[in-house]
């Protein structure tokens, strides 16, 4: 359901980067499927590079499972971290190939929007676009900051950085000192003999 428009925008970004169906065009033929449940998207590699919704009785080649909050750190808030949640089953080449060039395309809004209102009110809207999405990007980075310190300082359920770096310590001077004690013990017994 999801798989053809999903192939359509992909490949619209695509067709000017030669060097993304020529990254794909040696997995022609195989085909990956995205899940962030409930949503699936299933693609099939073409001769020629470009992707096509995957025919829904086919096995997918690979496997890409994302949770919904890693997808968004990932594509919304930049946070590379969140790839290592990523669950790849199946053909890790081309899971590596699909990410990469899916990393590296980038839509040209401005170039779409001229086509429809003109060069310069395409310039504005695409800059009055980017601006709300840095603005939205900030906003969220400020609210997911917030909401950490409420957690850590106000609401203690999180516990700070310095308060585990303390408790670590404590547990390090009770282990030094149940060794001491160990050893004390030893000692006295081995006297006692």
Not at 30 to 56: C, H, K, M, N, T
Not at 142 to 159: D, F, T
């Amino acid at each position: 359901m999801l798989s053809k428009p999903a192939a359509a925008a992909i490949n619209h970004a695509m067709r000017d980067a030669n060097w993304a169906r020529e990254r794909l065009r040696p997995f022609a033929g195989r085909s990956i499927r995205f899940e962030v449940p409930p949503f699936a998207v299933a693609l099939l590699v073409q001769a020629d590079g470009w992707l096509a919704p995957a025919p829904p009785a086919a096995e997918s080649t690979a496997v890409v499972r994302v949770s919904g909050p890693a997808l968004f750190r990932i594509a919304c808030l930049g946070d590379a971290t969140a790839r290592q949640e990523a669950q790849i089953e199946g053909d890790g080449a081309l899971a590596a190939a699909v990410t990469s060039v899916l990393d590296g395309l980038r839509w040209d809004v401005e170039e779409d929007l001229s086509a429809v209102v003109g060069d310069i009110a395409a310039r504005r809207l695409a800059r009055a676009g980017a601006a709300l999405a840095a603005w939205q990007a900030r906003a969220v980075s400020r609210l997911a900051q917030a909401s950490a310190e409420y957690w850590i300082e106000e609401q203690p359920v999180i516990a700070s950085r310095a308060a585990l770096r303390g408790f670590a310590k404590q547990v390090d001077a009770l282990r030094d000192d149940v060794e001491r004690l160990d050893h004390r013990i030893e000692r006295l017994v081995r006297a006692g003999r």
